[in-house]
DNA sequence: AAATTTTTTAATCATTTGTTTAATTTTTTT
DNA sequence: AAAAAAATTAAACAAATGATTAAAAAATTT
């Protein structure tokens, strides 16, 4: 066990690789600036990974990972209701993004620069795909009305919602005059509202279906 | 006048430079690539615009110009209701984004990259502000028993539902399957859903507020 | 038609950037 | 301690890239 100062070399260049790429993208990450913020020489990287597209390839795959783990346990939990699973989603997401807000804006433009990649070399399509939660959505969705198309819908407003502030960020601090402080207790009080709003969408099919 | 086979250099420059620049990003845009779409020799490209710099100023500024316009004719017509303004903005955006599905993405890298750029050449804060439509949501609010600070939330959860669907295009596409036509089925039932949930949420703070 | 200006082209420059090489230092094994 | 292996370094390479230059071609003005 190693302390935090006495990372390996290779430990060395993967936190920086993760801290360079995640900020600035893969196109704009140069390899001497990753070499420079581990403080190693440039040399090492291609040493320990071969390449640019290597390293970043083992980045964003763990990456990647982390957040899915994070959804497969709780879609796949069979002790909580749908409600309960929107409400620790958005709160394990906006706990992990507050302290890592560049996440978002990271993930999609690479998912973007190569669809591919997601679908190919993590096997989403088999994670996401749980029976209990299919069935349990099939339940929820009868009881309240909801049509089965809509599913996708209320899918993309629930990580919209989550996910868009920290995209927006820029805009909401220039245009609006939210500084970080102020993003952070906007960001924490959508832990309560999200859930709600969720609630909200709803219920408003039981009431009068769109 | 000029028919669309004869643009002149300057125009050819443009119109690749925009497609380029707004498919690409500034950094993995290459100057070369945008005269090989122009059809033109790479000389010219800074004899015309100076620099790459240069040309990518001009066309981000006209792109979000072009957007700013739209927002700001909606939220200043004294003669629609704050949900009318929802769902013409709604339906404006997405009409625009169908045809355009690369935009968001541009211009939320851009703004991220270089955050001073909307507020200081653009003076989007002169723009937003109108006087009727600030007034005209305080009195919304009021009759709906909205807290004044929900205003930011409601405006984010609004442009989050519709503009993040083209963001997450290819995780729609490769995870859920929703290939390009069915996404473009998908976003026009957006334009009627969205503001039908902005109701929603609105008619959320009568009954119990949050 | 001649002169002048504008536009276009091919070639080149200077810098950046991902990667490699060969030598040196450090660590591990014998 | 000697030998072998692993890690590190400085230097350099090759390709890509934004920009410039000087000459040629085309258009405009005189």
Known sequence: MQSSET?????????????????????A???????????????????????????????????????FDTFEAIIKNPETSIPDKVRLM???YLDTLVVQPDIPLFIIN???RN???????????????????????SVFAAKNGIPTQHFIHILVNTVS???FPFLAKPVLSEVFGIKDRDFVDFVIQ?????????????????????
């Open 29 to 67: 990450a140069k390899t001497r600036h990753i070499a420079d913020v581990a403080g190693i020489n440039l040399a090492l990287l291609n040493y320990y990974f071969r390449s640019k597209e290597k390293l970043f390839h083992i980045i964003i795959m763990e990456t990647l990972a982390e957040l």
């Open 110 to 112: 690479e998912v973007n």
């Open 161 to 163: 919602m989550t996910v």
């Open 7 to 27: 990372l390996s070399t290779q430990e060395k260049i993967k936190a920086a690789a993760r801290e360079v790429f995640i900020k600035k993208g893969y196109v």
């Open 90 to 92: 958005v709160t394990a």
């Open 115 to 137: 669809p591919k990649l997601v679908i190919q070399d993590l096997k989403i399509n088999e994670r996401i795909q749980s029976e209990h939660f299919i069935q349990q959505w």
């Open 190 to 210: 959508r832990k309560q509202f999200i859930p709600t709003w969720f609630d909200v969408i709803v219920q408003s099919y039981k009431q009068k279906p769109l």
